[in-house]
């Protein structure tokens, strides 16, 4: 009896060593297949996040990164299509506040040429007027110096506008050397 006990128990020993053998491959197989499948999994998730930086960085705000998985990678992936966005919201206001400050500068440059042209029609006449009056024998001293304070002034005066004119056409660039 002892010995048929002895058998027994030597089968259920070989049993439970086959059984726990298997159970030990079995866990190492899944261990191995998990650990593939998980490497594989982040290895794709990052490509995906690397694909889309490069095409962010190439200057493509548009393009949006897929998100793949709701863990650290998803969450850094809606960090860059968020930074896109923003990168883009704040190129097109630089490019409307480049546009606005365009206008402003061209508005100040027409100005300048209108305002120079129509003082500079004014001052011609009395420029002239004052060399005319300044030929007559007839003036007093005191009214030939006053005529030639007017036409002196009024000469520097030209001379400031013509400056204006030409600055306005420098930056209209319509000044020919």
Do not use: C, W
């Not at 002239?128 to 520097?156: C, D, F, T, W």
């Amino acid at each position: 009896a002892a010995e048929q006990q002895t058998e027994e128990l030597q089968k259920s020993s070989k049993f439970t060593e086959r059984t726990t053998l298997a159970i030990y491959l079995f866990t190492i197989a899944l261990t191995v297949g998990l650990g593939y499948l998980l490497i594989r999994y982040t290895i794709r998730s990052l490509n995906e996040l690397n694909k889309g930086t490069v095409r962010i960085g190439r200057g493509d705000l548009d393009y949006h990164i897929p998100i793949v998985s709701d863990d650290e990678i998803g969450d850094l992936t809606i960090a860059f299509n968020d930074m896109s966005d923003k990168l883009r919201n704040a190129m097109a206001q630089a490019q409307q506040s480049k546009e606005k400050a365009d206008q402003a500068n061209q508005a100040k440059t027409n100005f300048l040429a209108n305002m120079s042209h129509e003082l500079r029609t004014p001052l011609n006449g009395i420029l002239g007027y004052a060399q005319i009056l300044k030929r007559n024998p007839e003036l007093s001293s005191s009214q030939h110096n006053g005529l030639e304070v007017i036409y002196r002034s009024g000469q520097h005066l030209l001379i400031l506008i013509n400056d204006i004119l030409d600055i306005s056409k420098i930056e209209a660039r319509k000044m020919e050397l």
